[in-house]
Every structure is written in C-alpha cells, then in structure tokens.
C-alpha cells in the first residue's frame, strides 16, 4: 500500500518522481504528492487523485526545478483523502520534507506532546509528527535529526526524508515495512518497490529494519539504528523495464493471464533435474523432517487460496494433517505450534504485515518455518528458515494471477518432493505426476484457447449483481479463488460455498435467474456434484458449469460452460483458474471497472 521514490543527481528531479510514481500505481492509492529542493526552498506539489494529475498540474514536473527530491501515492488511513493530508508533508521551517508508508502506532501521544511545545499541524495525519521531530531535533546535523527522530517512533513503517542544507542528501528509513536503495552513476534512488528502479538501474540494496540510509548523488551509505555504518550486499535485478509493461495489451492484468504458461515454466522446470524435483533452498535434513507432525499454510488473500489447493495435494501425497490458516488471525491467537511444526508462508510480495507478524510468532514457538515468495530479499524471505522463490516476475495488476498460479506450482512440486522424502509415494506415481507438472504449461495455454466464447459469457453474467460459486474438494478451493478475482474487480457480490453445504443455509439465497458457478473438476465426487446442478436448477437458477473435456454428462445439465483441459487430477486447480480469472476480466471490462486498479485494493498489504 503506497509508494514511495526519491532521487539525487545531477538533473531534474520531477520527471524522475513522476514517472516512478505511476510505475508504483498499482499499489493503491488515493492521491499523491513530490517534494524537489532546488537550493533555496523545498517546492512541494500534491493533489487529490491520480498521478496523472499531479503530471498535469506540474507540466511533467516542469515546472518544479531541483535536482533532489522525493515523491509519494497515499492510500488514506490517519485523515480524508486530500490535498492537504497528501504527502509530502513539509516541517514548519521549510527544512524537511517527508513521505512516509505504513502507521505510527504512537502518533498521538507524539503530536500532543509536540503541540504543548507550540507546533502547529496543518493535516490529519501521522506522518506530520515526523516532519516536527525533524525540525524539533535538528541542531546543524540532518543524520542526528534523523536518528533522534526514529528512536522516537512506533510502529511499521518507511519514511523518505529531503533536507535543505545544500548537500543534495536524502535520508531512507525502514521499519517493518519495504524500503530498497538504487545505486547509479552520478545519481542514487530509493523506492517502495524494485518496479519504479528499474528504469534507472538493476542494482539494488534491501534495507533491513531499523536501518536508515543516507543518499547522495556520489554515494550510498547505509547505518543502523546507533548511527554505525553497516556494509550491504548489492544485489542485481534480474528482470527489465519491459517486464514491467503492458506489452500491447490492454491491461497488465490480461497480458498477466497469459503470460501464466510461461510463468509455470519458469517455476517449475529449473526445479526438475533427471525427473527429480530439487530445491536449492529447501534444506530440512532427514531427521528434522522426520519431527514434523503437522503442516501449517499461513496467508492472506489469494495466497491463502492457493495455500487451501496445496492442502489438498500435500495430504493426499504425504498423509501429514495440513491446516491453512488467515494471517490475521493466526497472529493474535495463541496457536498450538511448536517444534513438531513446518509452517509454510505464502505471500506474492514478502511484505504482507500480517503475515510477517504470523511468520514471527510461530518462529519464536520453534516451528521450521518455509517462505513461498516472488520478492527476492523481501522481509518473509529473509525470515524464514528456508525460501522457495515463485520466479513470476512482476506483477503490477492489484488483482493476482500469474502470482497465484505460480504459488500453486511450488505448492504441487513441494508436496511431491515431500512425499518423495518420507517414502510415502510410489516411483511409478512420482514419475507420472513430475511429468504432469512439466506438461502444465501447455495445459494452461489450452485452457486458455479453449474458451473463446469467454466474452459472451461476462457478458451475460455481467447483468448480475450476485454470482455464487460451488464445489467440492480440491473445485472448492478453486472457488474461492475464482469468486476473489470476480469481486475484487467487477464489484459484483461473488462468494464460494462448498456445494455439500447448499442445503444448510446457502440454497435461501437462491431465486429466479440467479447465476451458480458450479466446477466440476473432481471426478470422484461428480456424482454428487451433479446432484447440486439439479438442485440450484430447482429453484430457478441459471449454471454455468466449469468442466474438463470429455464429459458430456455435465454439458446436458448446464446452461453455458467453461472447458478445462484433462490432467493429472491433483493438479487440475491450475488448468480451472485460469479462465475463471478470463471470465472475471472480462465481466469487469464489460461494467466498465478499472481493472488494474480496483477500487480501495492495494498490490501490497504493508499495514493492517
């Protein structure tokens, strides 16, 4: 949630803002600001809205010189979405100038104290507390400011910091919340995430918390919390700009769903040598996995739906009880984990807050703990005992997908190579599911071609504002998933229910034309699930039936379909999404949603 960017070098500052700005759009946000220094003033510009108005009200930053300067996206929690609450937040004496991502738990009491002493706050938010203990604390030494600041605050969060003093420097704080540095020739950057960096430089440094840096264009230098200098490893980018693009399609979300085939590859075929699944690292010994009675998956979101198809697959293959559990309640329970536990961490970014609070609390309970993360040196990455990186790339559309598929890809190859470590899976069985596993890019691409018609079906169901997804077993997790993606963009009310579950309350809310979203998937419990078409039918409800190729059964029942391909029956979840997250772009596109940005989403949930 938010974005951050800041720059020092030699030209102008603005351009370089803006344009890291909107590459941070996809963050959420609800409005945005710059601050440059041109030598003798700080010039702040900030505007309720998009980027883009921000470009227009500063002629492409034209209009604001300085070659120093950091920018911001707010998404509103401490005051109103205004232009006044925007960020950047300046200190009374025009000599900071601060953005600021995640909460200052202790912001109250701070701004009671700073008040009494005669300051005068101009917004509602937390951040302008930050922006007076700068002014309160400085004596001539900008670093000393800063550190005397920081020691002040609670919470999660990361600040940028410009300084009047002439020298070009800017100040970088993390706390709990995504803060990297860009190394260039001549200029230095820092931003939220690697997508605005990009552009300018591949080399990047990831800040730890409760470190802080301090920028200028000649130089990085990195400190910890007592104002010692901490050597850090730089490491390279592996992916360009064009990434980052949308490459001719229309939204980044389309031209994510198909890039899912080769997304899949990438995850999984540098993990399978000689027919062998292999995890650099994954390094449980024989004994410590031997100890292990009892897996736990911990997420948010999607994540965690892709978390609820990889227990189906790890119970099924390894016979150890698997619980998934949301993030956020996990944190604030007092969960039975211990050293007989392997907690499994998904997060597309490695920063979710939640997550990170679970992550710790199981950790410090003696649970092995195993993160499933895109974000290279994110902070569940550097956490967790072990790290398996879902090599999707970026993913710029709030809405996951390739993100989600990916992670049900590691999931599937773990639990294979799991079961496989504990004797508990046949060669024959092994060998038939790595293949399927390899065979799954051109699965996904079929599903994917096999439903042309997926635009007739939004648009129908784009008449709706109910959609109920069913199913059963391993359908049922899919449902969740596909009902997320369908509400999260279009704002139409879809929700998953477990199709077994219909007559205990779910079947009231049916009523003449309703539209049942019924996967079909699991063939061992066909039957029954055919059973519920006739009862959704009974009431007058329209079905729209997700089924593999082949069965003509389900067809005679349903009133439009959706095709998947067949494959090895454990890993059918992945070849199902993916036009289910066709049909929620497409019913989206037709409402006339702003699909890569949905409304009150962010990408990353770095605050709870």
């Known amino acids: 949630m938010c974005g951050i960017v800041g720059f020092t070098g030699t030209r102008q500052a603005a351009p370089v803002l803006l344009d890291g700005l909107k590459r941070l759009e996809y963050r959420g946000y609800d409005s945005a600001g710059i601050a440059v220094a041109d030598g003798d003033r700080i010039n702040i510009a900030k505007v309720k809205g998009f980027v883009q108005n921000l470009a227009d009200m500063t002629h492409d930053g034209g209009d604001i010189g300085g070659a120093v300067g950091v920018g911001h996206t707010r998404w509103a929690t401490h005051g109103a979405?205004?232009?006044?609450?925007?960020?950047?937040?300046?200190?009374?004496?025009?000599?900071?100038?601060?953005?600021?991502?995640?909460?200052?738990?202790?912001?109250?009491?701070l701004r009671q104290e700073l008040t009494k002493k005669g300051y005068v706050f101009l917004s509602d938010t937390d951040t302008e507390v930050v922006a007076a203990l700068l002014e309160t604390y400085y004596d001539g030494d900008a670093k000393r400011a800063v550190m005397k600041t920081a020691a002040r605050l609670e919470g999660s969060y990361s600040l940028g910091v410009v300084c009047l003093d002439g020298t070009g420097r800017l100040f970088a704080m993390r706390e709990q919340s995504p803060l990297i540095l860009g190394l260039g020739v001549g200029e230095n950057y820092f931003a939220s995430d690697v997508a605005?960096?990009?552009?300018?430089?591949?080399?990047v440094i990831y800040l730890d918390d409760g470190e802080f840096a301090e920028l200028t264009p000649e130089s990085i230098t990195v400190y910890d919390v007592r104002g010692r200098a901490v050597e850090k490893p730089v490491s390279r980018v592996t992916w360009d700009v064009e990434a980052a693009e949308k490459g001719g399609y229309e939204h980044f979300m389309l031209k994510e769903i198909m890039e899912q085939p080769a997304c899949f590859k990438a995850t999984v075929e540098p993990r399978i040598?000689?027919?062998?699944?292999?995890?650099?690292?994954?390094?449980?010994?024989?004994?410590?996995?031997?100890?292990?009675?009892?897996?736990?998956?911990?997420?948010?979101?999607?994540?965690?739906?892709?978390?609820?198809?990889?227990?189906y697959v790890i119970e099924e293959l390894c016979r150890i009880p698997v619980s998934v559990e949301l993030a956020s309640e996990l944190r604030y329970r007092n969960p039975i984990i211990d050293e007989h536990t392997l907690l499994i961490v998904v997060s597309q970014s490695g920063e979710t807050a939640d997550t990170i609070a679970a992550l710790k609390e199981c950790k410090s309970r003696g649970a092995k703990t195993l993160a499933i993360v895109n974000v290279v040196g994110s902070t569940i990455a550097k956490l967790a005992d072990h790290v398996i990186y879902t090599w999707a790339g970026p993913e710029i559309a709030v809405a996951t997908t390739k993100g989600y598929t990916t992670q049900v890809a590691v999931l599937d190859m773990l639990a294979v190579y799991l079961a496989d470590r504990l004797g508990k899976i046949e060669r024959e069985k092994y060998d038939r599911l790595v293949l399927a596993l390899l065979d799954m890019p051109g699965k996904i691409q079929r599903a994917i071609d096999l439903n042309r018609n997926i635009k007739k079906l939004a648009k129908k169901a784009s008449a709706h504002n109910q959609i109920y997804f069913i199913g059963r077993n391993m359908d049922y997790a899919v449902c969740m998933?596909?009902?997320?993606?369908?509400?999260?963009?279009?704002?139409?009310?879809?929700?998953?229910?477990?199709?077994?579950?219909?007559?205990?309350?779910?079947?009231?809310?049916?009523?003449?034309?309703?539209?049942?979203?019924t996967l079909a998937c699991y063939e061992p419990l066909l039957e029954k699930t055919m059973s519920n078409i006739e009862e959704v039918k009974a009431r007058g409800a329209q079905v729209l039936a997700?089924?593999?190729?082949?069965?003509?059964?389900?067809?005679?029942?349903?009133?439009?379909?959706?095709?998947?391909?067949?494959?090895?029956?454990?890993f059918t979840p992945i070849a199902?999404?993916?036009?289910?997250?066709?049909?929620?772009?497409?019913?989206?596109?037709?409402?006339?949603?702003?699909?890569?940005?949905?409304?009150?989403?962010?990408?990353?949930?770095?605050?709870e």
């Open 481 to 517: 998933e596909g009902a997320l993606k369908l509400k999260e963009i279009s704002y139409i009310f879809a929700e998953a229910y477990a199709a077994g579950e219909l007559k205990h309350g779910t079947i009231a809310l049916l009523e003449q034309g309703s539209l049942v979203v």
């Open 576 to 607: 199902q999404i993916v036009p289910l997250q066709l049909f929620a772009y497409y019913v989206a596109k037709e409402r006339g949603c702003d699909i890569d940005k949905p409304k009150n989403l962010a990408k990353s949930v770095t605050v």
């Open 196 to 203: 605005a960096l990009v552009p300018h430089t591949k080399n």
């Open 81 to 109: 979405p205004n232009d006044v609450n925007a960020h950047p937040h300046m200190s009374s004496d025009g000599r900071f100038a601060v953005v600021h991502n995640g909460i200052i738990e202790n912001y109250a009491p």
């Open 273 to 311: 040598r000689n027919g062998r699944v292999e995890f650099e690292d994954f390094h449980l010994t024989d004994e410590e996995l031997g100890r292990i009675r009892r897996i736990v998956i911990t997420a948010c979101g999607s994540a965690g739906y892709a978390g609820q198809v990889g227990r």
């Open 546 to 570: 997700v089924a593999q190729e082949g069965n003509r059964q389900i067809l005679k029942k349903a009133d439009d379909f959706i095709l998947v391909p067949r494959t090895e029956e454990l």
